[in-house]
């Protein structure tokens, strides 16, 4: 889930959100 930010074009918050609900601090 390397990409997940560029191919949804998700916003710096929702990346946050992301990496909060996956427990991944690996979603950059």
Do not use: D, I, P, W
């Not at 889930?1 to 950059?28: C, D, F, H, I, P």
């Amino acid at each position: 889930m390397n990409t997940l930010n560029k191919n949804t074009g998700l916003t710096t918050e929702q990346v946050v959100a992301s990496r909060q609900q996956y427990g991944s601090n690996t979603l950059e």
